[in-house]
């Protein structure tokens, strides 16, 4: 098992930056990738950015391409989600997801195993 805990959630305006971290605790040597999706109230869960644990490679949502920057710390087990430029269309519950099985940078939610509780992240205009 595979436990995410992210942080770094809260209210920002409009063209202000967050930076979101999550921790990955357990049995994280059977981490292969590692993404961030993000929920708004009645919408379905949607893709933000996907990283490979072991090449570093990345993928992003065309939403946030150029505005948010994943990143991984392999000795330390966290991702990390830098979010620059927002948007309210940004707000969110933004989740932490790992995969066990899939060593690309992962756009689908059913290619994660475990996932985190999510972070509220608020953006005001």
């Known amino acids: 098992q595979v436990q995410l805990v992210e942080s770094g959630g809260g209210l920002v305006q409009a063209g202000g930056s967050l930076r979101l971290s999550c921790a990955a605790s357990g049995r994280t040597f059977s981490i292969y990738g590692m993404g961030w999706f993000r929920q708004a109230p009645g919408k379905e869960r949607e893709f933000v950015a996907a990283?490979?644990?072991?090449?570093?490679?990345?993928t992003y949502a065309d939403s946030v391409k150029g505005r948010f920057t994943i990143s991984r710390d392999n000795a330390k087990n966290t991702v990390s989600l830098q979010m620059n430029s927002l948007e309210p269309e940004d707000t969110a519950v933004y989740y932490c997801?790992?995969?066990?099985?899939?060593?690309?940078?992962?756009?689908?939610?059913?290619?994660?195993?475990?996932w985190g509780q999510g972070t509220q992240v608020t953006v005001s205009s």
């Open positions: 990283i490979s644990w072991r090449s570093g490679n990345s």
């Open positions: 997801a790992a995969s066990g099985r899939y060593s690309s940078a992962n756009r689908r939610p059913s290619a994660y195993d475990y």
